[in-house]
Nanobody, 122 residues
Framework: QVQLVESGGGLVQAGGSLRLSCAASGSISHIETMNWYRQALGKPRELVAIIASSGNTRYLDSVKGRFTVSRDNAKNTMYLQMTSLKPEDTATYYC????????????????WGQGTQVTVSS
């Protein structure tokens, strides 16, 4: 059974930093594109960062220069380094994987973690 588990969220003051992790577990061969989304209370979910299996990345404009997405394919883990945090970054952060290739030869699509809360105080 495949799982995505986020960790690293918490409460931080404005200007501070946090590092989120998203660890995939199960009988995984490799993972294609992975994503970080966030959803603030009462707002729609938004795509924060994308990282392809090649390492190519894209970011939401409001986090460019402050957030860095990375991944360790050997560990099936993705990271989000967040710096210069602002109160408007407060949200539940979710990781997702577009396609997870399993060692059985099957492919699992559109997997999501359970989310981790990030709260930035002013």
């Amino acid at each position: 059974q495949v799982q995505l588990v986020e960790s690293g969220g918490g409460l931080v003051q404005a200007g501070g930093s946090l590092r989120l992790s998203c660890a995939a577990s199960g009988s995984i061969s490799h993972i294609e594109t992975m994503n970080w989304y966030r959803q603030a209370l009462g707002k729609p979910r938004e795509l924060v960062a994308i990282i392809a299996s090649s390492g190519n990345t894209r970011y939401l404009d409001s986090v460019k220069g402050r957030f860095t997405v990375s991944r360790d394919n050997a560990k099936n883990t993705m990271y989000l380094q967040m710096t210069s945090l602002k109160p408007e970054d407060t949200a539940t952060y979710y990781c997702s994987a577009d396609r997870i290739h399993l060692t059985t030869g099957s492919v699992a699509y559109d997997f999501w973690g359970q989310g981790t809360q990030v709260t930035v105080s002013s």
